[in-house]
């Protein structure tokens, strides 16, 4: 069976490709475009899952759409019947495009096709599973795990805000839904927006920013008072119950209504960019932590009706590092494996791997010890020749290594002296985070470096912290972490022998001297409360960063390097050699890899185009 799998329309469309249910590509739109979270139908996406698979459309069995329209439609009309007459102006909104395009999305996918191909309707089917199914699917299908329990928790999808379903063998049972307008991923992208961030991608600054907050205050202790008795009532089944008094989300065009929150919490809404005082950083640890307290309800509940020792999470929430963390230190589970595209790119997958065993009654063959994602290296790559070809026309200046091994010599000697390297190897990755194929790599043990990261190349909020991509073997001499964390969706502690005594009154410090006292023996990756965002690094998915890693290791003998994503702030990871090159050039990186070649930035010629970045991506 030849499956293809989209999302789109909302943010962050993606396609993916099975064959006989082995994945064999998966890519989001915005890696082709440049436009960040593109909801665009994924033309370029799906372009290249067909090239690489050397499937046309005609040879596809079935096309397979994420979620189902209609009933989204259906929750919109009802959402706004139940309030009303509050809403009108975003009804009035709404309704145009859910008339023109959404009602009719087969015709409008049939449309969005051309531009890619011939397709025979008659013999290609057109699905739509719902939305949390492609959620589950994308989770427990790929796991190694004969039998599991799924969480999916989101934002909404067409009713559904989280699920709780049992997976064994090729089967799904969904076993309880919480339904719009409750959701505890609506809940934190209401804190988001009143924290200044931008929803549906400002989510991360959030959970990066809860640290700060003071653990001793009495104001975070306050906060999370004060969001259970108002805002939110956690119940003991693992639901959880919104007062619609205080959000806008459902009939307004913001997520919440700014005066009573104000009220509430005894402060204005923050404005974007502006200052970040420690009443932000207070609330934003309260809101963390009612949600790990959700999240790790609603696990129990999910063991209780299952009895399964294995836990397979997806959807938006799944990618909140910090709670995924504190759920595998309350061994409710015994195993757990998060997709790593748990969000709405993701769906792509699940309704493909949806449609194959549970439409088509496709067995499944579980290997046990590893997953199906291959790394979740599903992008594309590019050939030396393609290398080439980009440095000619931008006149760039290299040097090739015929020796592998050489190379990872020379470039882990300039990570230890302290340079920003751009890394791009083979295949790229699928989901929000880079894992060594799309990275910028620096010295974790460099107390300058977190600064240089942020302020120099990612050009962000200095206070976001920076994840270890460290040799799966070596984990537990830095981290209090047994076992694998391949996909960087966990967050751990830094091994309390690493970590350096914190001076008197650190807690009410502010921000900025907070952020720039030396912690730990490691202070790139240790973030404010000791913690840091894991990555394993596997010989067996990436054997060339294992490579480099390692050399990096004989070197200085530390088997880690700083890994961030290789991008500026508000453009999406970088995906083809002219992306990697622009990127390089437009940043204080100091070296680029691609390939076997290595770019000097002072050998570089200057660069003519207009440094306008800032204009050319909106800020996330």
């Known amino acids: 069976m030849k499956i293809l799998g989209i999302s789109a329309f909302y943010h962050d469309s993606a396609a993916s490709i099975l064959d006989d249910g082995g994945i064999i590509a998966a890519a989001q739109e915005e890696r082709f475009t440049r436009k960040k979270q593109d909801a665009s139908f994924p033309v370029n996406a799906i372009k290249f899952c067909l090239e690489y698979s050397g499937i046309s459309l005609e040879q596809l069995d079935a096309i397979v759409f994420y979620d189902k329209p209609l009933l989204k439609f259906e929750r919109l009309l009802e959402t706004y019947y139940a309030f009303s007459p509050k809403g009108i102006r975003s009804f009035i909104t709404a309704m145009p495009v859910w008339l023109k395009e959404k009602m009719f999305m087969k015709r409008l996918i049939y ?25 589950a699917a994308s989770a427990f299908y790929p796991s190694p795990y004969e039998d599991a329990a799924i969480i999916t928790v989101d934002g909404v999808g067409e009713w559904a805000t989280a699920s709780i379903c049992k997976g064994e063998g090729k089967n799904i049972k969904i076993l309880r839904e919480l339904q719009f307008p409750h959701s505890i991923g609506l809940l934190y992208s209401a804190f988001t927006y009143f924290l200044g961030f931008k929803v549906n991608s400002g989510e991360y600054k959030l959970m990066g920013l809860a640290p700060y907050g003071d653990p001793t205050a009495k104001e975070v202790k306050d906060f999370v008072e004060i969001i259970k008795t108002n805002l939110v009532e956690l119940l003991p089944d693992g639901s959880i119950w919104l007062n619609q008094k205080y959000f806008n989300y459902a009939t307004g065009l913001t997520m919440v209504h700014d005066e009573k929150w104000e009220t509430l919490f005894g402060f204005p809404k923050r404005s974007e960019e502006s200052p970040l005082e420690q009443k932000h950083c207070n609330l934003g640890m309260a809101i963390q932590l009612v949600t790990e307290e959700a999240v790790i309800n609603m696990a129990r509940e999910a063991k209780r009706l299952t009895g399964s020792e294995n836990l397979c999470m997806a959807g938006g929430v799944a ?74 026309k931008n006149k760039g200046v290299y040097q090739h290594y015929n020796d592998f091994s050489k ?33 910028i790599l ?24 920076f994840a270890p991509s460290v040799l799966a073997e070596d984990c537990e001499a830095y981290f209090q972490h047994k076992g694998n964390s391949p996909y960087m969706l966990l967050v751990q502690p830094v091994n309390g022998c690493r970590r350096k005594e914190l001076p008197p009154g650190y807690h009410q410090f502010d921000l900025k001297n907070k952020l720039y006292y030396e912690r730990s023996d490691l202070p790139a990756i240790t973030h404010i409360d000791f913690s840091a965002r894991i990555q394993t690094v596997h010989k067996e998915t990436n054997p060339k960063y294992w490579q480099l890693i390692n050399a990096f290791k004989s070197l200085t003998g530390y088997g880690m390097v700083v890994n961030t994503s290789f991008n500026v702030r508000g453009e999406p990871i970088v995906c083809s050699p002219d992306d990697a090159y622009r990127c390089f050039m437009r940043t204080e990186m100091d070296y680029l890899v691609i390939g076997n070649f290595l770019f000097a930035k002072t050998d570089q010629p200057d660069w003519e185009e207009k440094d306008n970045w800032q204009e050319e991506f909106t800020l996330d």
Not at 119 to 135: G, I, Q, V
Not at 342 to 361: E, F, K, M, N, R
Request: charged share 25%.
């Open 111 to 135: 449309q969005e096709l051309e531009a890619v191909g011939q397709l025979d309707k008659k013999k290609t089917k057109l699905l739509f599973p719902e939305h949390h199914l492609s959620h």
């Open 407 to 439: 190379l990872v010599k020379v470039v882990a000697q300039k990570i230890d002296d302290g340079m920003a390297i751009g890394w791009m190897q083979d295949r790229m990755e699928f989901g929000p985070r880079a894992l060594g194929a799309r990275s």
């Open 319 to 392: 990618l909140n590092c910090v709670a995924n963390g504190k759920l595998v230190n309350a061994q409710i589970f015994k195993n757990i494996f998060i997709q790593p595209a748990a969000g709405d790119a993701g769906g792509s997958l699940g309704a493909a791997l949806a449609t194959h065993h549970i439409y088509y009654g496709k067995e499944r063959v579980v290997n046990g010890t590893m997953d199906g994602m291959h790394g979740t290296y599903l992008g594309p790559e590019f050939s030396d020749l393609e290398v080439r070809l980009m440095t000619k």
């Open 442 to 465: 620096g010295d974790p043990r460099n107390p300058e470096m977190q600064k240089k990261l942020n302020l120099k190349i990612k050009y962000r909020e200095s206070f976001r912290p």
